[in-house]
């Protein structure tokens, strides 16, 4: 199976800041139609798991454009620019290239 | 609104079976496949199981092989999953989530989750 390893258990970032969360596959989760099928997750206590960003790069519905996805292959990224109180949570990244689907550990976003 | 309401958690003791309901509303269900996901105590999330819209594919983790069934009813809106044999490393939440197959390839939509406690 394909392992995403998360190496950040946790981030700590002031309110402003830039962080990047990293996401390593071991095998190129890029498949033949050119897209890599890799995607990211928030979770805060309350709220529903919400799907931030798919094919790597590509943003959902509604999710502010300070988070930006970016990677290929085996290395991928999330990064949130001016990061604000309402973003510490936990981000997994996932890949749906393979059964079974994987889960990164997660990383936890905290306030410094 | 895409809404997606699990039911049926609870405590169980080791070995015993428990039957877990997701009511889907908000979207043409039988368009979509279906996945369950879990989160134990503190830790991640681990992927569990997946049906197609019509059940034509189904797929499992090899921790739960042969003791979960994932089915789904298309005229009630509702996705299952039934556990058996159940063990303590099955405590955990339990999350429905719509995949989007058309346009990304990801879980776009989640419940809320149910939890599951399998205790003596």
């Known amino acids: 199976q394909i392992t995403l390893t998360q190496q950040a258990e946790s981030l700590w970032v002031s309110p402003g800041e830039k962080v990047s969360i990293t996401c390593r596959a071991s095998?190129?989760?890029?498949?033949?139609?050119?897209?890599?099928?890799l995607s990211w997750y928030q979770q805060r206590p309350g709220q529903t798991t919400k799907a931030l960003i798919y094919?790597?790069?590509i943003r959902t519905d509604g999710v502010p454009t300070r988070f930006i996805g970016s990677g290929s292959g085996t290395e991928f990224t999330l990064s949130i620019e001016d990061v604000q109180p309402e973003d510490i949570a936990l981000y997994y990244c996932?890949?749906?290239?393979?059964?079974?689907?994987?889960f990164g550990a997660g990383t936890k976003l905290e306030l410094k | 609104e895409v809404q997606l309401v699990e039911s049926g958690g609870g405590l169980v003791q080791p070995g015993r079976s428990l039957k877990l309901s997701c009511l889907a509303s908000?979207?043409?269900?039988?368009?979509?496949?279906m996945n369950w996901i879990r989160q134990a105590p503190g830790k991640g999330l681990e992927w569990v199981a997946s049906?197609?819209?019509?059940?034509?594919?189904?797929y499992y983790a090899d921790t739960v092989k042969g003791r979960f069934t994932i089915s789904r009813d298309n005229a009630k809106n509702t996705l299952y999953l039934q556990m058996t044999s159940l063990r303590s490393e099955d405590t955990a939440l339990y999350y429905c989530?719509?995949?989007?197959?058309?346009?990304?390839?990801?879980?776009?939509?989640w419940g809320q989750g149910v939890m599951v406690t399998v205790s003596s």
């Open positions: 989530a719509r995949f989007e197959y058309y346009d990304g390839y990801y879980f776009d939509y």
């Open positions: 908000g979207f043409t269900f039988s368009n979509y496949g």
């Open positions: 049906i197609s819209s019509s059940s034509s594919y189904i």
């Open positions: 095998q190129s989760l890029l498949y033949t139609d050119g897209k890599h099928y």
């Open positions: 094919h790597a790069s």
């Open positions: 996932l890949q749906t290239l393979k059964k079974p689907n994987t």
